[in-house]
């Protein structure tokens, strides 16, 4: 009798078998040829002799020690054998000696030094985290992340010219290490959506297609990963028509199903165990290890199933990262973890730990049926979640009900409004986490509003990951994509957009989403008083005011500022006066029984930190200094609890307050005519960022290279855009080409006596750019510094800078742009690395059309700083007004084509024309070439929208 199927989920499917199915394919073509092309390239060399000479010859020395050593202890006891009493004695110290010598010298020989690795792979070494390096190894396969690391790591000695589009092969590389993330962050229980896993799929196929002319493993693996590709495009299509359930012909194997359950009785275990004993599960040194408020009843048990634990972690460890050797016996493995589950359900004495059951192992091949419902599409959102969030709560749950309280059917329409710093992003990204937001059906959606291309270009781009159908007619024409959304919009009911930065000057979003629409549901927020205009926000505005004093002390207080600030414990002091010290406060910490004396020094240090910190917090400079100076504004509150934590010379409040105190007065009238004097968000916003860049610039312990580097990135990213920007941006100018790439920022063009463009030499460029713009290596080292002093905060998408706030970004702009030559250096690095990046969309290949697509939003924001470009912005930021040079006006001819011929816009096209042309006439005589260029590129575009008579004028 044939066993029923076993019913999996779709997204469990995809996020399980088919994604560890690509990876397993991935990790057998590319491991072997990885390690081929690396021996190659570093070769034979002496040192590897010298190694292998060192290693025998010191095995050698150690044989050569024992037998000596053995010879010693023989004759010592053929001497004291006939001798007398006293004889022996004497000489019983030096035998004892000896004895012990043979023996640990026969212990090293049975254990002999292990091998040295390669050359090569020492080399390879360098390049991986230290977490990784054990993994590195000549004889171990390799996993998908250690592969990629290399082939990144090497990309221009070794890969490059294996990969056909070696333009874009570095971001290509680093979206294959999110794939392998992506199998991390699903064994630390992170769900993945299927999204996830179509656009993981697509990225493994790239790269095994473009090595395949190299390595036939690797074309035969890319013939698999396009079947399973193509395989699950076509069930998600058909989960997203409404099919209740997809029976797999072929089924699964037993190992297959058993390794698909595994994962879901690992998962449920852990959050039995976690529940039971109160603290968090993790994996390290191949055990589980628990965290630090592991309750002291739990300790000893803890301990006595440290190798049950262990036998846990390895399985675990062998089916994430399908590393060498036999599958584990994973009806043992099951029977272990029951074994835990009933030791501890037996010291804690709850039932909760019987609710965990194994799954059934399979002895032979199963068949499987897919449930193919998705549950609602999990929006992606830019914008991190902060930790120390306070004051908030109830304007977070007053949002989340009005969006989730309306009806879909009818339109729900919600706003959230506020001053520049406010925190209205960070609202929206507290809303969008709520489990009733991810509860809702149908699609969502997070964008971004600050201009209208991106809006646009972020819309199109959600439909056709989540929604191919509704704009696979009109993939090459956006007009008509954004015809189909908004039909698509209008019909269904069941979808949500949260919309940041909008404004009444925000085209595309007032007619993808007017307000006769009756569907759906939309929150956005604005700096601007939408509801004025907007009617149908009237009775859903949420106006988000600065945190009170309270809460600010409250933000401080959570960002744990004393830790390393407090003074240590008194020596000798009893209990009894360490509680009366406390006596007025909540900060003792009664001390359990049979304490042992680190666990009541820690405890004890912990009370002091508590101490230190009611008292600084109390101070009544501080509460006036927060209403005051900062006006309440999180982001500054947020900014200078950065700065206390890590200037070590900062001890009490008052250190802080004497250093703002002490800064230089700002400018009477800001760029925009404000006064900075009387606005408290500008004010003690500038002051915090003026004071990190003094400390920055002060810093002993932050190598001058690496300095340099980090106000190289704050002024590229003051000028880029805050939340888009590609880290790919700043990474593979090698060696001299980014001075070649890069041209000099003068105020007009030259050319040399052959007509070609003049570039600076070295003395033109610092050394921090030339870094910056490198291998990545000092990319990472800046941004490190950035986020550490607060400039920078992380995206939760690795492939991107980070997130500059706009309040930061005018700041940034302000002190270090405007009338400094490392403003001029830094526009100048910019300016190369885009034209290096952005080339004209006719040089490459469809498939990397894709990456250009994410450098469109810092193009776009460049150009708005650019004299004759300038737009007007949404985000409120203020335009630089350079002086055009002939490398802009061919990045916005560029950008004209690309919206022109690929994305269909010709309306956005024919404005970037009209700015080129004007540009132009301004760089250049009236007979130059240039212009007739340019005017034959605006007459292109009229006649593509149909104006032949302003073509022909």
């Given amino acids: 009798m044939a066993s029923p199927p076993i019913e999996i989920r779709l997204r469990d499917y995809l996020a399980g078998h088919v994604l560890r199915q690509a990876l397993f394919q991935f990790e057998r073509a590319m491991g072997p040829w990885v390690k081929e092309q690396m021996q190659l390239h570093v070769g034979e060399s002496l040192d590897d002799a010298h190694r292998l000479a060192d290693h025998a010859a010191e095995i050698e020395a150690r044989t050569n020690e024992l037998v000596e050593a053995q010879k010693e202890l023989a004759a010592l006891e053929q001497k004291i054998r006939g001798a007398s009493k006293a004889e022996r004695n004497a000489s019983a110290a030096e035998k004892k000696r000896l004895k012990s010598q043979v023996k640990r010298l026969q212990k090293g020989a049975a254990n002999p030094p292990p091998l040295p690795p390669p050359k090569w792979v020492e080399v390879c070494r360098e390049d991986v985290g230290p977490r990784t390096k054990s993994h590195v190894t000549a004889e171990a396969p390799w996993d998908a992340h250690t592969i990629v ?195 501890l359900a037996t010291v804690g004495k709850s039932a909760n730990l019987h609710n965990w059951a194994p799954p059934i192992v399979h002895p032979d091949s199963v068949s499987v049926k897919l449930i193919l419902d998705l549950p609602s599409t999990r929006m992606t959102v830019p914008v991190a979640r902060v930790r120390e969030i306070v004051g908030r709560d109830s304007t977070v749950d007053q949002t989340t009900a009005l969006v989730v309280g309306g009806s879909a059917s009818t339109g729900t329409r919600v706003l959230i409004h506020g001053d520049a710093g406010v925190g209205k992003d960070t609202v929206m990204a507290e809303v969008a986490a709520r489990e009733e937001i991810q509860a809702l059906e149908g699609l969502q959606g997070w964008l971004q509003a600050s201009s209208d291309e991106v809006f646009r270009r972020q819309l199109i781009a959600l439909f056709s990951t989540h929604r191919p ?145 009611h008292v600084e917090l109390r101070q009544p400079a501080l509460s006036s200094f927060l209403e005051e100076t900062l006006g309440n504004l999180p982001l500054s509150v947020s900014l200078c609890g950065h700065m206390f934590r890590a200037d070590p010379g900062m001890v009490r409040v008052d250190d802080l307050i004497s250093k703002f105190k002490a800064v230089t007065a700002l400018a009477t009238v800001d760029q925009k005519g404000r006064n900075p004097q009387q606005d408290k968000h500008y004010f003690g916003l500038a002051r915090s960022i003026d004071i990190n860049l003094q400390r920055l610039q002060a810093a002993a312990d932050v190598p001058e290279l690496d300095r340099s580097a980090a106000l190289m990135l704050l002024a590229a990213m003051s000028v880029l855009h805050r939340t888009l920007t590609p880290a790919s941006l700043f990474t593979g100018h090698y060696c001299d080409d980014f001075l070649r790439l890069t041209p000099c920022y003068c105020p007009s063009n030259t050319n040399d006596s052959h007509g070609h463009r003049c570039y600076s030499s070295l003395h033109g460029f610092s050394r921090a750019a030339a870094a910056l713009y490198g291998d990545g290596v000092m990319f990472k080292r800046a941004q490190e510094l950035c986020v550490r002093w607060g400039l920078l905060q992380r995206s939760p998408s690795s492939t991107v800078v980070g997130t500059v706030h706009q309040l930061v970004q005018r700041c940034l702009r302000d002190a270090l742009i405007r009338g400094t030559a490392r403003g001029n250096t830094a526009l100048c690095a910019v300016r190369g690395s885009l034209c290096a990046r952005f080339p004209d969309y006719r040089s490459l290949q469809p498939s990397e059309w894709t990456y250009l697509r994410t450098l469109i939003p810092c193009v776009e924001s460049w150009l708005r700083n650019i004299d004759g470009f300038c737009q007007s912005s949404n985000s409120g930021e203020t335009s630089l007004e350079i002086a055009a040079q002939g490398d802009d006006t061919e990045l916005a001819s560029r950008l004209g084509h690309y919206l022109l011929y690929v994305d269909g816009n010709g309306a956005a096209a024919c404005a970037r024309f009209t700015q080129v042309l004007t540009a132009v006439k301004r760089i250049h005589h009236a007979d130059h070439p240039d212009i007739a260029v340019a005017m034959g590129h605006l007459a292109t575009t009229y006649h593509a929208l149909g104006r032949h008579t302003d073509a022909l004028a």
């Fill in 149 to 343: 690391v290399v082939m990144r790591a090497f990309l221009p000695e070794v890969f490059e010219r294996h990969l056909k589009d070696g333009f874009h092969a570095k971001e290509m590389l680093t979206q294959i290490v999110r794939v392998a993330g992506a199998r991390n962050r699903r064994a630390h229980r992170v769900q993945l959506i299927e999204a996830d896993v179509l656009d993981s799929l697509s990225q493994i196929l790239s790269v095994l297609e473009q090595c395949g002319a190299c390595t036939p493993p690797a074309a035969a693996a890319a013939t698999v990963v396009k079947e399973v590709l193509d395989k699950s495009k076509a069930l998600v299509e058909r989960a997203r028509q409404g099919h209740p359930n997809e029976s797999l012909e072929d089924g699964l194997s037993a190992a297959e199903i058993n390794e698909q359950r595994f994962f879901e009785a690992v998962t449920l275990w852990e959050s039995h165990v976690e529940r039971e004993i109160g603290s968090e599960i993790h994996y390290q040194d191949g055990t589980i290890a628990f965290g630090k408020n592991l309750d002291d009843k739990w300790t000893s048990t803890v301990q006595k199933l440290k190798k049950n634990f262990q036998d846990i972690a390895s399985a675990r460890h062998w089916y994430f990262h399908h590393i060498a050797g036999p599958p584990p016996d994973l009806s043992k493995i099951y029977a272990t973890m029951s074994s835990v589950t009933a030791n």
């Fill in 469 to 613: 159908g509704v704009v696979a007619a009109a993939e090459d024409n956006a007009e008509a994509a954004l015809a189909s959304i908004t039909q698509w919009l209008a019909r269904e009911p069941d979808w949500v957009l949260f919309v940041e930065d909008a404004s009444v000057g925000s085209t595309t979003l007032w007619s993808v989403l007017p307000r006769t629409l009756t569907h759906g549901r939309v929150l956005i927020t604005s700096q601007h008083l939408l509801h004025k205009e907007h009617t149908d926000f009237q009775d859903a505005a949420m106006h988000v005011e600065p945190i009170s004093t309270v809460d600010s002390l409250t933000l401080l207080r959570r960002m744990t500022l004393f830790e390393k600030k407090a003074p240590p414990p008194p020596e000798n002091e009893s209990e009894d006066d360490l509680r009366n010290r406390c006596e007025s406060t909540e900060c003792y910490i009664a001390a359990p029984p049979n304490e042992k004396s680190a666990r009541r020094k820690e405890r004890r240090k912990q009370i002091e930190v508590a101490l230190h910190e």
